[in-house]
């Protein structure tokens, strides 16, 4: 096994994801870019190859049980452990959803994406994770997760009432939390970050945040020292509450 830190980010092809990528690879570590559509993702490790990042392409439906275990599989076979798994990607599953009429059909794929998919990848990840002297696990979540920023008196400006993405991300708030109390006498660190508003595809380009901007967190508790904080939710700011 190589010396150099080695992370998978999923839905690195693009956005944010893409520029944790970036952000680990100028660290030196090896990064493996996780995403669905071949050309993108070649295009994305190339593109990193080209900034001198050590990254290679992982094929990966998180929402697919063998095209996630085929990415596990890998990644063994690349490195032999993981060291970081940063769980970015994500759907919205559309614009506005009003809870007296949201498609139950849209509800269901957004939480098979944003919450099932990320415990699946988390879970076939974890025997790699487990070979790392300091592993660590991010969860890309929101500030729309947040209940106390939702049921606050400025509840409206943290977004439109979407009730299959905000409540998602809630979701996997608390599961975050479930997996912290799991592996609390292990070396795992797991957290939650929130990369603010950015302008992605994902929104539409509305963002008042850079991707490379949003990815800032995320970066910082890849690389989290050892002792470090584990089961919180964090944003540039400081802590975000839940």
């Known amino acids: 096994m190589s010396d150099k830190k080695i992370a998978l980010v999923t839905g690195a092809n693009k956005g944010i994801g893409y520029e944790i990528a970036a952000g680990l690879g100028a660290l030196g570590w090896s990064v493996g870019v996780g995403a669905r559509d071949q050309a993108r993702r070649d295009t994305a490790v190339a593109r990193l190859r080209d900034a001198g990042v050590d990254a290679f392409g992982v094929p990966l439906d998180v929402t697919d049980d063998r095209s996630v275990a085929a990415a596990a599989d890998l990644i063994a076979e690349h490195a032999g452990r993981l060291d970081a798994l940063v769980n970015n990607a994500a759907i919205t599953g559309g614009g506005q959803q009003q809870p007296s009429s949201v498609d139950l059909a849209v509800l269901r794929t957004v ?132």
């Open 111 to 242: 939480v098979e994406t944003n919450v099932i998919g990320v415990i699946r990848v988390t879970n076939a990840m974890l025997p790699l994770l487990g070979r790392s002297t300091s592993p660590r696990i991010v969860n890309m979540s929101s500030g729309v997760g947040s209940l106390t920023r939702q049921s606050g008196p400025d509840g409206d400006t943290t977004g439109p009432v979407a009730v299959a993405y905000a409540p998602s991300k809630s979701f996997l708030n608390a599961v975050t939390l479930q997996y912290a109390r799991e592996l609390a006498d292990t070396k795992i660190l797991i957290n939650c970050a929130c990369p603010g508003f950015v302008a992605t595809d994902l929104n539409g380009f509305r963002g008042v945040r850079t991707p490379q901007e949003g990815a800032a967190t995320a970066i910082r508790l890849a690389t989290l020292p050892d002792g470090g904080p584990t089961g919180g939710f964090f944003e540039d700011a400081g802590v975000v509450p839940w």
